[in-house]
């Protein structure tokens, strides 16, 4: 059920992001009196699962859901339409149009990519305002994965400084370390000030792991829900109860407890659980995966949480900036990416796409993440390679600048040689996808 959950989210997500980003294209194209043919939602080889033409367009739903396209009229695009470039260009067309109108009708898809995410992050601020854990507050300290054990942190560290620097949101913790390239963190541990080094091997396993929970806030484990047929539940543990052990470990936080329990798989064991002021030993089946079918509540339930309301008006700015910091993130991401050894090994597709989203159904969640997906999208598409929009933008600023345009041969070429480069990256990544499940 929870990879069903992460599939829908992904299709709806990706489905938002497309139609907006191909709405930017045609908006701009009608903009300027430029026909356009076809606007699809998902591509449509061979059949379409649904079409309607109105006016001069084509508008339909294909049944391919890796993308979506705009048709215009007299341009060299994905649909390769030679005959139509053999004609003599008609006023309607993309390639009668002056540079500049040409240049605005290619960059409009990523632009409403960018007002998308803005939009989102304005109505989310201005309906659920901002709740953060300050750093100061994650008072249990901090659980790492085997990454963050290489890296040098240990379970109960609290976090002072990254480079001697304050970070005020606990979240910002990974994106400090990873973007802006720590060199060391200041951490306590058992309440001795510690340096610790961060190597440059480090990052690139952080990179390469791309582990969401490298460095968490600790938490003790009381159960704030179950999942459906929860062992535990069937077992007679309830809701606000904690968990203390695993048969005689004792196992005072989550990140314990997920560790020790896949220990026992398929196995009965005795949980150590405190119900008010009474301390049970209830016997519960852990399933094949490891599971015990319980989730713990919230960090608000252990934690301070800052929250920051806004206004309808306030949040303007705010999401604005939420908007473009997330851009240049995104962009540090990938120049980080390109720097690193065996980069190769980091990419992802839509595997890793779609485990970014949680495995429950969460309107904020889903719409923070599709607000990031809509930069991740829109700077995508101005790198400058052919069949992306960058690449006709990379010809027509040559355009512009020597007053010369590429030749239709040439722009078929580059088109082709575009297309096989983004098909061959598909490809690979959906592959590394697969073969990570394996690793």
């Given at each position: 059920?929870?990879?069903?959950?992460?599939?829908?989210?992904?299709?709806?997500?990706?489905?938002?992001?497309?139609?907006?980003?191909?709405?930017?294209?045609?908006?701009?194209?009608?903009?300027?009196?430029?026909?356009?043919?076809?606007?699809?939602?998902?591509?449509?080889?061979?059949?379409?699962?649904?079409?309607?033409?109105?006016?001069?367009?084509?508008?339909?739903?294909?049944?391919?859901?890796?993308?979506?396209?705009?048709?215009?009229?007299?341009?060299?695009?994905?649909?390769?339409?030679?005959?139509?470039?053999?004609?003599?260009?008609?006023?309607?067309?993309?390639?009668?149009?002056?540079?500049?109108?040409?240049?605005?009708?290619?960059?409009?898809?990523?632009?409403?990519?960018?007002?998308?995410?803005?939009?989102?992050?304005?109505?989310?601020?201005?309906?659920?305002?901002?709740?953060?854990?300050?750093?100061?507050?994650?008072?249990?300290?901090?659980?790492?994965?085997?990454?963050?054990?290489?890296?040098?942190?240990?379970?109960?560290?609290?976090?002072?400084?990254?480079?001697?620097?304050?970070?005020?949101?606990?979240?910002?913790?990974?994106?400090?370390?990873?973007?802006?390239?720590?060199?060391?963190?200041?951490?306590?541990?058992?309440?001795?000030?510690?340096?610790?080094?961060?190597?440059?091997?480090?990052?690139?396993?952080?990179?390469?792991?791309?582990?969401?929970?490298?460095?968490?806030?600790?938490?003790?484990?009381?159960?704030?829900?179950?999942?459906?047929?929860?062992?535990?539940?069937?077992?007679?543990?309830?809701?606000?109860?904690?968990?203390?052990?695993?048969?005689?470990?004792?196992?005072?936080?989550?990140?314990?407890?997920r560790n020790v329990i896949k220990k026992y798989k398929d196995q009965e064991v005795k949980l150590i659980v405190l119900r008010g002021k009474d301390t049970l030993r209830i016997p519960v089946k852990v399933s094949a995966q490891g599971y015990v079918g319980a989730q713990r509540k919230d960090l608000s339930s252990f934690f301070r949480l800052k929250e920051k309301s806004y206004t309808f008006i306030s949040a303007i700015p705010a999401g604005v900036i939420k908007a473009f910091e997330g851009a240049g993130n995104y962009v540090k991401s990938i120049?980080?990416?390109?720097?690193?050894?065996?980069?190769?090994?980091?990419?992802?597709?839509?595997?890793?796409?779609?485990?970014?989203?949680?495995?429950?159904?969460?309107?904020?969640?889903?719409?923070?993440?599709?607000?990031?997906?809509?930069?991740?999208?829109?700077?995508?598409?101005?790198?400058?390679?052919?069949?992306?929009?960058?690449?006709?933008?990379?010809?027509?600023?040559?355009?512009?600048?020597?007053?010369?345009?590429?030749?239709?041969?040439?722009?078929?070429?580059?088109?082709?040689?575009?297309?096989?480069?983004?098909?061959?990256?598909?490809?690979?990544?959906?592959?590394?996808?697969?073969?990570?499940?394996?690793?």
């Amino acid at each position: 059920m929870d990879i069903v959950i992460k599939i829908v989210q992904l299709l709806l997500s990706l489905s938002i992001l497309v139609l907006f980003h191909e709405l930017g294209h045609f908006v701009a194209a009608r903009i300027f009196k430029t026909r356009v043919e076809k606007f699809y939602l998902f591509f449509d080889p061979w059949f379409s699962l649904f079409k309607v033409k109105k006016g001069e367009t084509e508008y339909g739903i294909g049944w391919l859901p890796l993308g979506g396209y705009c048709k215009i009229s007299g341009m060299i695009d994905e649909s390769m339409d030679k005959e139509q470039m053999k004609l003599p260009p008609q006023p309607w067309e993309f390639r009668s149009k002056p540079a500049w109108q040409r240049l605005i009708i290619m960059l409009g898809g990523v632009t409403v990519n960018i007002l998308l995410a803005i939009v989102i992050y304005i109505v989310m601020l201005s309906a659920w305002g901002e709740k953060y854990l300050p750093t100061t507050e994650a008072k249990y300290g901090i659980a790492v994965d085997s990454v963050g054990y290489q890296m040098g942190l240990r379970n109960g560290d609290h976090i002072v400084t990254i480079d001697h620097k304050k970070v005020e949101d606990f979240d910002d913790i990974p994106r400090m370390i990873i973007l802006e390239e720590a060199k060391s963190i200041q951490v306590l541990r058992n309440g001795t000030p510690m340096d610790i080094e961060i190597s440059k091997g480090s990052i690139n396993k952080l990179i390469k792991s791309n582990s969401p929970t490298f460095i968490m806030a600790r938490v003790p484990f009381v159960i704030g829900q179950f999942t459906p047929g929860s062992p535990a539940k069937k077992a007679g543990i309830k809701i606000n109860d904690q968990i203390l052990g695993v048969n005689d470990t004792v196992v005072p936080y989550f990140d314990e407890f997920r560790n020790v329990i896949k220990k026992y798989k398929d196995q009965e064991v005795k949980l150590i659980v405190l119900r008010g002021k009474d301390t049970l030993r209830i016997p519960v089946k852990v399933s094949a995966q490891g599971y015990v079918g319980a989730q713990r509540k919230d960090l608000s339930s252990f934690f301070r949480l800052k929250e920051k309301s806004y206004t309808f008006i306030s949040a303007i700015p705010a999401g604005v900036i939420k908007a473009f910091e997330g851009a240049g993130n995104y962009v540090k991401s990938i120049r980080i990416l390109f720097h690193q050894e065996k980069a190769y090994e980091s990419v992802g597709g839509f595997i890793s796409i779609g485990n970014i989203f949680p495995s429950v159904w969460d309107w904020p969640s889903f719409w923070s993440l599709t607000a990031f997906l809509s930069i991740m999208l829109a700077v995508l598409n101005v790198l400058p390679i052919p069949a992306l929009d960058g690449g006709h933008v990379m010809f027509l600023l040559y355009e512009i600048i020597f007053r010369r345009k590429p030749s239709d041969k040439f722009m078929e070429y580059a088109q082709v040689a575009g297309m096989i480069l983004l098909f061959g990256l598909l490809i690979f990544a959906n592959l590394n996808d697969i073969l990570k499940l394996f690793r």
